[in-house]
């Protein structure tokens, strides 16, 4: 006899209330992702290879062994097989960090003859650092050990040019470049003009972005105890060399 019986009307809840119940709501969500720590141990297996290089001297020597193969034509293409694949599935322990540009003529694995697992490789165009380039570099050194960040540089770097041109023209740049050209704007060589400005620019800014990293402080712990090596380098696209810059 009660079923169609009107109920008292339910007052709407108060601005306090839904915003007690969103901010419930987003800290159980909030809980429901939380995985652990941001980078799962599983990261990296128990045993990094035996033949992996364990310093940061025996690191550069191995990316120098790889030039010199991609540069005389007798790549190795090592890292490749089906067995060294399933080997990976666990983790990785790559024995260098590569921070190269962007350019489609620079990429890391084939310049030093490398493979699957080898390098950890961030790219961005110039090399320019932002919190996720700087994150990401991190990450291999303190999560997964690497002793070795080789900042790498080219010739012929579009996007220094861009950075160049720009500051020489006053020209605006669309605004994700124009980000670009302001962290490669301080390098610029003012003693110098037309492509040689460009040039000497490029070897200035990879110096700079070598010098932030090493200051950087969970790497210069490192530095300091010797276990990392942060190194400014740069490749020829006339000859394919690779050459560190002091």
């Known amino acids: 006899m009660y079923a169609n019986a009107r109920r008292p009307a339910a007052h709407p809840p108060s601005r306090r209330t839904l915003l007690r119940s969103a901010v419930a709501g987003t800290a159980a969500a909030g809980a429901g992702l939380a995985l652990g720590p941001a980078f799962p141990a599983s990261a990296a297996p ?5 033949d ?4 940061p001297a025996q690191a550069l020597r191995r990316l120098a062994e790889g030039n010199d193969r991609w540069r005389r034509r007798r790549q190795r293409h090592p890292h490749e097989s089906a067995a060294l694949r399933r ?5 990785q322990h790559p024995f260098a960090i590569v921070l190269g540009c962007v350019d489609s003529r620079v990429p890391p694995e084939l310049v030093f003859d490398q493979g699957l697992g080898d390098l950890l490789t961030v790219r961005s165009a110039g090399e320019v650092l932002d919190e996720a380039v700087l994150g990401s570099i991190a990450y291999g050194v303190l999560e997964l050990g690497v002793p070795l960040v080789l900042v790498l540089a080219h010739q012929s770097c579009g996007a220094v040019a ?6 020489e023209t006053g020209e605006p740049l669309p605004a994700h470049i124009r980000y670009l050209a302001e962290q490669i704007r301080p ?6 003009y037309g492509e040689a400005r460009v040039d ?5 800014h990879v110096r700079g972005v070598r010098t932030r990293l090493a200051a950087e402080p969970d790497l210069a712990a490192k530095v300091a105890a010797g276990e990392l090596a942060v190194v400014a380098a740069r490749y020829e696209l006339t000859d394919q060399r690779v050459r560190t810059l002091a």
Do not use: F, K, M, N
Not at 46 to 50: H, L
Not at 187 to 192: A, F, M, P, T
Not at 200 to 204: E, F, L, P, R
């Open 46 to 50: 128990e045993e990094a290879p035996a």
């Open 187 to 192: 390098s610029i060589d003012r003693g110098r």
């Open 52 to 55: 992996r290089p364990a310093t």
């Open 162 to 167: 861009a950075a160049v041109h720009a500051d």
């Open 200 to 204: 000497a620019t490029v070897d200035a």
């Open 87 to 91: 080997r990976l599935t666990p983790g």
